[in-house]
């Protein structure tokens, strides 16, 4: 079964850091770009991170570049956030996801775990 | 950026009735474009690919349409498990979102 299952999330002061985990199984981990999505409290979805299959490519939205981290282990089927300087708007469910392309154009998340909350909180 | 506004924001309607979102992008991006089904407090369900494919496993009352800058999810008969709230995706730009609720 495809899975994945993140990790990592808590209560963290203003200015803190966090590193989350993302645990994969069911499928050939290094074959995929994967990306990092959160959701604000009653908000909708916003896409933070994503790096390529083989970890030698990462892309950022604006509003992390700078202060989050992306990577993976592939060894060890894992992928990571490494988030520092949080914010209050930072608070969020994280969410991991598989991106699958579509003849090389477009990016699709296609298998996504529960989720893991962040909560940047005084 | 491309810039993706999603319509409307929120709707009312009933088991059975048509159902229709729509998703325009600030430029064309030919049919690069997906749509997630988001029920409360789950993960986003991919239901539709590169415009008008439809994800393994997605009943066949979804259906998706239009290309370059204008596009559509159709529901063509409302179930009671499609209550929830509907994104398009366009290479990592999500649209703001559109909450289908019961009329």
């Known amino acids: 079964e495809v899975q994945l299952v993140e990790s990592g999330g808590g209560l963290v002061q203003p200015g803190g850091s966090l590193r989350l985990s993302c645990a994969a199984s069911?499928?050939?981990?290094?074959?995929?770009?994967m990306s990092w999505v959160r959701q604000a409290p009653g908000k909708g979805l916003e896409w933070v991170s994503a790096?390529?299959?083989?970890?030698?490519?990462?892309?950022?939205a604006d509003s992390v570049k700078g202060r989050f981290t992306i990577s993976r282990d592939n060894s060890k089927n894992t992928l990571y956030l490494q988030m520092n300087s949080l914010r209050a708007e930072d608070t969020a469910v994280y969410y991991c996801?598989?991106?699958?392309?579509?003849f090389g154009v477009g990016y699709y998340m296609d298998v996504w775990g529960k989720g893991t909350t962040v909560t940047v909180s005084s | 950026a491309i810039q993706m506004t999603q319509s409307p924001s929120s709707l009312s309607a009933s088991v059975g009735d048509r159902v229709t979102i729509t998703c325009r992008a600030s430029?064309?991006?030919?049919?690069?474009l997906g749509w997630y089904q988001q029920k409360p407090g789950k993960a986003p369900k991919l239901l539709i690919y590169?415009?008008?494919s439809l994800q393994s496993g997605v009943p066949s009352r979804f259906s998706g349409s239009g290309s370059g800058t204008d596009f559509t999810l159709t529901i063509s008969s409302l179930q009671p498990e499609d209550f929830a709230t509907y994104y398009c995706?366009?290479?990592?730009?999500f649209g703001q979102g559109t909450k289908v609720e019961i009329k």
């Open positions: 996801a598989r991106e699958i392309t579509i």
């Open positions: 069911g499928f050939t981990f290094s074959s995929y770009a």
């Open positions: 790096i390529s299959g083989s970890g030698g490519s990462t892309y950022y």
């Open positions: 430029q064309g991006i030919r049919n690069d």
């Open positions: 590169a415009a008008s």
């Open positions: 995706l366009q290479s990592r730009a």
